[in-house]
């Protein structure tokens, strides 16, 4: 586990809000008929516009900047020339690295007209995440985070996905510890001050389950339903953790 530095910790805040500010790009670019693709590119030149690399590029020999998960794929979707159509949501994650730090966030959009109950999925995940960081203090442990997500999503009768966790990141985009999203109070790693963690809860309409795709990278659900992906990189600090990334950028785009 690496603890940062305020200096260390200011970059990641730099990089995080970069990938805020790319989400914003990439949200006044989404409608019916754009490709990922498209999106993708647009990223890629936004973040390279700002002095910063595309964090998944390359990373394990992902091919894109951005991860796109459209309706039932969960996580890793590669971005692809399918059109979107009215009634998807896509999941964007995203990640960048800039003066030798990393910045990782993710959101779950919405294609035109959007059913009740996959807005729902949408809410309710969102919240889940803002649940797991109020347990993110020094001292807690990362079973606290899982077990406040996981309560509140299953409350809702959705799916928690297992295998695919938050982490903690710096100067490199995966660090320990894993940071999943189902736990139980008082178990996993003690968290500390200055440990900076990427919180990322992936909730499934339908059941938990998840599959690979044939394609090698794109994580969908078992049963086909919806899933959904929101993430902030915060640090830990004693009373409060402190969100580095942000949603503000996303949320004034209308
Ligand atoms: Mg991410
Ligand atoms: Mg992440």
Redesign the pocket.
């Known amino acids: 586990m690496i603890l940062k530095s305020e200096e260390e910790i200011e970059k990641i805040r730099t990089s995080s809000l970069l990938v805020g500010k790319t989400l914003a790009e990439v949200k006044k670019n989404i409608s019916v008929g754009v490709t990922p693709m498209q999106l993708d590119k647009i990223a890629e030149e936004f973040i390279l516009d700002h002095d910063a690399k595309p964090g998944f590029k390359g990373y394990h020999g992902f091919p894109a900047s951005l ?1 796109v998960s459209v309706n039932d794929a969960v996580v890793h979707g590669i971005p692809n020339n399918n059109p979107l159509k009215n009634g998807d949501i896509i999941s964007v ?3 960048v690295l800039k003066d030798g730090f990393f910045g ?3 959101y779950t959009f919405t294609v035109g007209e959007v059913s009740e109950e996959v807005l729902k999925l949408l809410e309710v995940t969102k919240e889940s995440l803002y649940k797991g960081i109020s347990c993110a203090t020094a001292g807690n442990r990362t079973g606290d985070i899982g077990h406040a997500v996981q309560q509140y999503c299953e409350s809702f009768g959705y799916g928690v996905v297992r295998e695919l966790v938050g982490h903690g990141l710096g100067e490199n985009l995966h660090e320990a510890p894993e940071v999943p999203n189902y736990g139980k109070k008082g178990r996993g790693t003690k968290l500390q001050e200055g440990l900076v963690i ?1 919180i ?1 809860p992936m909730i499934n309409l339908g059941k938990k389950e998840i599959k690979h795709h044939a394609d090698g990278w794109t994580i969908v659900t078992k049963d086909g339903k919806p899933s959904a992906h929101f ?1 902030h990189t915060i640090v830990i600090r004693k009373e409060k953790a402190e969100i580095l990334s942000s949603f503000e950028y996303i949320e004034q785009v209308k």
């Open positions: 991860c994650d995203c990640g990782d966030s993710a990427a990322e993430e």
